[in-house]
């Protein structure tokens, strides 16, 4: 974690006092459980969605039983790769790679794997991907707000030094032993620092950004992978500017720009340019969703 200088403390945002709870011999993570939470509520807001377009709940449940697995492995797969100097090199352990319950997945890799992982499960049904693709792109965006409270509880992914408010304290963690631990020790109380808290822009972003779909949907009752679009670029123009605020050690490219940034970016313009040239595309009916029109 990289130190930053501590503000004047008056009202601010407390971090959770530990991130890691023991139940017996086995450790508990609350990054986990806010990344299962979301799983749990994307699923079951698709099944409602998309059973409303007129598809089948079985149809969500076998994808996200293929999407899932992926999309976390796609996620840590991208992490890896675009901040390997964690994980390789002199003083690193590479078996880290694998312990994803400590933090570390990118949207990125998980969306384009999930996808790709629900675009099989649906060719092999014989379904159409559009109307699944927009029956989950709020559920999807919403399990992302969720997630990143696991962020909140790793005392991870912050910006620089804030007086603000709403500024959020990180405070010294040591085990049991004393040895500081940022991440899996508890608080001693001690704040180190106050900070931009970039996870919290993100949750209230995204949350906005779902709202805009649902309200989008039902109004222009938007079809062919449109509402799909709408959340790519909604939640990438967000996340181009959060990107800008967080201070934590990343991958950059192009002269010191961080590799995030041209990500959002590049996807941002991309979708922009997929929702132009679709615009004209109608909402599916029911018989079209269920297969029945197709040969």
């Known amino acids: 974690m990289t130190a930053v200088a501590a503000a004047p403390l008056h009202a601010t945002i407390p971090s959770p006092p ?4 023991t ?7 609350a990054y986990a459980v806010c990344i299962l939470i979301g799983i749990v509520v994307a699923v079951a807001w698709t099944v409602r969605r998309y059973v409303a377009r007129g598809g089948s709940a079985e149809t969500v449940i076998d994808a996200a039983v293929a999407a899932v697995p992926a999309g976390i492995v796609g996620g ?5 790769i675009t901040d390997h100097e964690k994980y390789f090199g002199p003083g690193r352990d590479w078996v880290d790679v694998v312990k994803i319950t400590n933090g570390g997945l990118g949207i990125w890799g998980a969306v384009v794997a999930g996808g790709l992982a629900v675009w099989a499960v649906l060719a092999w049904k014989r379904l159409p991907l559009a109307p699944f693709a927009d029956a989950v792109a709020p559920p999807i965006l919403l399990a992302q707000a969720v997630g990143r409270l696991g962020n909140w509880f790793n005392q991870e992914l912050y910006g620089g030094p804030s007086a603000s408010p709403w500024a959020l304290e990180i405070y010294r963690r040591v085990t049991d032993t004393g040895a500081v631990d940022q991440m899996n020790g508890h608080s001693t109380g001690q704040v180190i620092a106050t900070v931009q808290p970039t996870f919290l822009y993100e949750i209230v972003w995204n949350v906005a950004v779902v709202l805009l779909l649902v309200w989008a949907d039902r109004r222009f009752r938007m079809g062919g992978g449109r509402v799909f679009m709408l959340y790519v670029a909604g939640y990438t123009f967000g996340r181009f500017f959060i990107e800008l605020i967080r201070s934590d050690p990343a991958t950059t490219v192009l002269g010191g720009v961080r590799i995030n940034n041209v990500t959002s970016a590049v996807v941002f313009v991309v979708a922009v340019v997929l929702l132009v040239l679709t615009r004209g595309r109608r909402r599916e009916s029911p018989a079209e969703v269920a297969g029945a029109a197709r040969p």
């Open 18 to 21: 530990q991130g890691v709870w």
């Open 23 to 29: 139940l017996g011999p086995l450790p508990v993570r």
């Open 76 to 80: 840590r797969v991208y992490h890896v």
